[in-house]
């Protein structure tokens, strides 16, 4: 199975960007659908957004459509969360997981999860 590593959490200002990194060493990694969630402090998890496989196709939050932007690079085992126009409310601790099929916005559709990376969006 593959297994989720997040990187590039950190702070950034209202109105500023960072790129979350998603990798994993097994060659599955190209033939699996993949999707970003997140949570913060007394808030249940949420869905960020998710990727086929082939990264040709994505879909988003409403939250965050418009902002955040998915990319899957199967050459490099990498997928990407680009966030742009950050808001307070993003503030979270950002996981990705690989989901059982495509198009799936539930936690309960996806098996293997990273540790999460923190991301802090000051005002």
């Known amino acids: 199975h593959v297994q989720p590593v997040e990187s590039g959490g950190g702070v950034a200002q209202v109105g500023g960007s960072l790129r979350l990194s998603c990798t994993a060493s097994?060659?599955?990694?190209?033939?699996?659908?993949m999707g970003w969630f997140r949570q913060s402090p007394g808030k249940e998890r949420e869905f960020v957004g998710g990727?086929?496989?082939?990264?040709?196709?994505?879909y988003y939050a409403d939250s965050v459509k418009g902002r955040f932007t998915l990319s899957k690079h199967n050459n490099n085992n990498t997928m990407y969360l680009q966030m742009n126009n950050l808001k307070v409310e993003d503030t979270a601790i950002y996981y990705c997981?690989?989901?059982?099929?495509?198009?799936?916005?539930?936690?309960?559709?996806?098996?293997?999860w990273g540790q999460g990376t923190q991301v802090t969006v000051s005002p």
């Open positions: 997981a690989t989901s059982r099929t495509f198009n799936c916005d539930a936690d309960y559709d996806y098996d293997y």
């Open positions: 097994e060659s599955s990694f190209d033939t699996a659908d």
């Open positions: 990727i086929k496989w082939s990264g040709e196709s994505t």
